[in-house]
């Protein structure tokens, strides 16, 4: 589906963003791969995408080929070593975006948000959607650890707190030598969603 075209101050705001944190060389790949013309490769990097940005919308009608380079460039298999960065990123690209009623999320898609027409607006819907994004990764993450539990897979369901919660807390840790020494006993299955549970909420 076709997207409108992207204003000239939004638009402007973006490639900004998009060349502070990318080389030259990146920029000029992921324009290549998009099918994007790379007009003026001497260019500054912003103003690079910029001049590259507006021609194409404007030669197809719609901000599609941009959407594109956006997903391309912020793919997030690109960042499993840096997802910091990643989040930087999307964070500063989603005030912007705001404008344009899009946010860019982690999984590599773009949603609809309301609108917005001021900067303070545009913080406070990216602040939101990143608080939910969030804790419905903690909430998946939380009922995956229970349906193990249930499952009676208990050394998984330790595992996949392990990698989702390097640092250990002190309750968990006394169920894992509750769990190597006694094994589970009648209770422990109980025991073990309700700390999960009380460790998720002390996050928020």
């Known amino acids: 589906m076709p997207f409108p075209q992207i204003n000239s101050s939004t638009l402007e705001s973006i490639c900004q963003i998009l060349g502070e944190s990318f080389t030259g060389s990146k920029i000029n790949k992921y324009l290549k791969d998009c099918d994007i013309p790379n007009q ?39 960042f499993i070593d840096d997802f910091e960065r990643f989040k930087r990123i ?34 406070k819907i990216t602040k939101q959607s990143e608080i939910t994004s969030f804790w419905d990764k903690e909430n998946t993450i939380k009922q995956e650890i229970e349906d193990l539990i249930n499952q009676d897979s208990i050394a998984t369901a330790f595992e996949k707190i392990d990698t ?30 309700i700390c999960i549970r009380n460790v998720f909420n002390e996050r928020a």
């Open 40 to 78: 003026y490769p001497t260019m500054t990097k912003w103003k690079r995408l910029n001049e590259a940005f507006y021609s194409i919308q404007k030669i197809k009608g719609n901000s599609n080929d941009i959407l594109r380079f956006i997903e391309t460039a912020l793919h997030p298999s690109l």
């Open 90 to 123: 999307c964070s500063k690209l989603n005030m912007s975006l705001a404008f344009i009623e899009l946010r860019y999320c982690d999984d590599g898609k773009f949603r609809n948000v309301e609108g917005v027409e001021t900067i303070s607006d545009a913080i």
């Open 164 to 193: 989702y919660l390097p640092d250990a807390h002190p309750d968990i840790e006394r169920l894992r030598k509750t769990y190597i020494n006694e094994g589970a006993k009648h209770d422990f299955h109980d025991r073990f969603k």
